[in-house]
Each structure stands twice: as structure tokens, then as C-alpha cells.
């Protein structure tokens, strides 16, 4: 039994979960970007959502494709 054997997840898995939280950081500075009051703009009520959902998608593929 090697090491490999212990880590749950893989090299794979880890690099989607670096990508899904990048994504994320990226939705919610969208989100207080927006120019307009308390975030009613298009960035706050549209774009930034839509990033931020494909961001937690991303990590819930992350977290349950198998590891190589």
C-alpha cells in the first residue's frame, strides 16, 4: 500500500477544485463591482449569480469525479 492509496481525492481532482474556486472569486468580484445602488445592476443581479453558480458546479464535479 502506498501513499497514493490514502489521498482521497487526485491530481486531477485538485487542479478542478483550483479552477472552481477561482471561478468563484471571480463571480463574487463581479458581484461588488456593480456600479449601481446596493448591487442592483447588471453585474450584481445577473452576471455575477451565473459565474458564481458555474463556480459551484465545477466544484461539485470536482468533489465527486473519480480519482485517477
Keep these: 500500500m502506498n501513499g497514493k492509496e490514502l489521498l482521497p481525492f487526485g491530481k486531477k481532482n485538485y487542479i478542478l ?3 472552481g474556486i477561482g471561478i ?4 463574487f468580484t463581479l458581484m461588488s463591482l ?5 448591487g442592483f445592476g447588471f453585474l450584481g443581479l445577473t452576471l455575477g449569480p451565473i459565474i458564481v453558480m458555474i463556480g459551484f458546479a ?5 468533489i465527486l469525479s473519480k480519482p485517477e
Design 17 to 19: 477544485m483550483l479552477i
Design 24 to 27: 468563484l472569486i471571480l463571480g
Design 34 to 38: 456593480d456600479s449601481e445602488e446596493y
Design 58 to 62: 465545477v466544484e461539485f464535479f470536482a
